[in-house]
């Protein structure tokens, strides 16, 4: 897949105007600025990489791309650690292709894909292709004849609460006092047909799964936060599509409704919510430049997108599912700026937007589908016996200057949200921020070194000592995925279906490399 990056030459002015007062949240910009900067300028000299690559020598192609990597990455200028970033302001040329924010389709990242490599089949025998897909197909999520609800003021205020302290802190797409307005209402006049009564059920429906113990769920009985779901829904499926009003409701109970079946473990359902999300905000956002809205409106479509952006991202990575097409704007869409949200989830929310596009960079780079003249393809080394060692230089340094922008994402985090790296339990009482963005780290260095250990598997006993001593970086990244995700895989969590999947995938790559 090849993507030509357009020259953006001049900012708009609401980027240009996006001055924070806050400095914490103005630190935190500017290094994830830096971070950007250099993410992109390393994805350009990728491409040049490639593109050298047909014209000359393999030879000459490696040694250049290496002194061309040094030079640009020493040429950073300091000034931009503390500029703020806005994504339209970053300018490339426009005759190199910068690989794009997206997870490519039938790329070859997923639990899934692994199952069907020859290394692993010899290991956990034969499975199809789309097993996961067909496992939770295969389980249909009833849908009882909406019945009258009642709603207890007393015990949905208790829910609203949980909800703000669960899912609104890693998706803080609702402004809290405008929703406890709407909400005030909702108790007055009761559940309706309008969209705020819907999005008042799925904050309600959040609720009720956050605030259900684990040990009191059994299989076959009606998921926690059902009865308001069931209340929501015709009216979700109606306006998505009958209405192109750029009433925000309707988004943002779409992207909820989403994290609630994440929640409940149905990512078929999580994916087809935010599937109508997605396609509704971007028909907003295709009229934002003809619609004049509040600094409070554009934070809150900012807010949308990269929530959007990030569950759209997850389901993508394990299921082969269709694309929104709202990733293809992630460069192009600012940050929000979090200005009234605490430090530490301002922080989490920006740094985990960070490094989900980085993953998604690696995924187009490293695991792309029908690369077949990529001499450092991770498909290739699936199927080739034999490593020369022009290509296993290519392989490392590819590798290695994006864990190199790996490192940069971890360090650029506040020390007080820094998550640390080792497998020992989280006490802040921001752990469950930190636990996810440091399950994040381990799940991109595995994806990156991965390819070294498929490889030592497939030649078992003749792998050089270099290819080996990547290969126990991936060994020890899936090790500590599985340490790390036990505490979030205990409790109910918008990441449990993800993370299972990934866990059975790194314990799969444990095995084989014990093996």
Known sequence: ??????????????????????????EILGKLNNIERILQDHSSLISDIRKEDNRASSNDYIRS???????????IPSNTRASSWTLAEIQHDSDINVPPLTIPPEHKTSSSYLLGLPEVKSLVGEYPADLFFRLES????????????????????????????????????????????????????????????????????IGEVTLTPVESLSL??????????????PTLLFQSSWSFSLNLALPQALVLSSIYFAYIVRPLQSWRMIYSAATILQIQLSRHASYQRTPQQRESIIRLFWSCFL?????????????????????????????????????????????????????????????????????????RNDFGPVDLSALQSFCDELHTQLELWHSSIPDNVRPRLDTEPLTTNSNDRQSILRIRYFAAR????????????????????ELIDRACICIESCRKYIHSTTSILAKQSQYTWTFSVSYVEKTKMLVGGAG
């Open 446 to 465: 595995h994806i990156l070194y991965r390819p070294f250990l498929l490889q030592v598997i497939n030649n078992y006993g003749t792998s050089p000592s």
């Open 65 to 75: 791309s290496s002194d061309n990597t040094i030079s640009h990455a020493a040429g």
């Open 138 to 205: 295969k389980d249909p999520l009833s849908f009882e004849t909406q019945q009258p609800i009642h709603i207890d003021q007393s015990h949905a205020t208790d829910l609203v609460n949980s909800f703000f302290l669960s899912a609104h802190q890693h998706h803080p797409i609702l402004d809290q006092s405008e929703f406890w307005d709407t909400f005030s209402r909702f108790i007055e006049s009761g559940p309706d047909s309008s969209i705020e009564s819907a999005l008042c059920m799925v904050v309600l429906a």
């Open 1 to 26: 897949m090849s993507f030509t990056r357009k020259r953006v030459p001049v900012a708009c002015s609401f980027c240009r105007s996006r001055i924070d007062t806050s400095g914490g949240t103005r």
């Open 311 to 383: 569950v759209e991202c997850d389901r993508l990575a394990e299921l082969e599912l269709p694309r929104s097409g709202l990733q293809q704007l992630a460069d192009t869409i600012s940050l929000p700026e979090c200005t009234n949200l605490d430090i530490v989830h301002s922080t989490s929310f920006l740094a985990e937007i960070s490094v989900r596009k980085l993953l998604n960079r690696i995924h187009n780079l490293l695991y792309q589908s029908g690369e077949k003249d990529s001499t450092f393809s991770s498909t290739s080394l699936t199927v």
């Open 220 to 233: 076959g009985s009606s998921p926690p936060g059902m009865q308001y779901i069931q209340h929501a829904m």
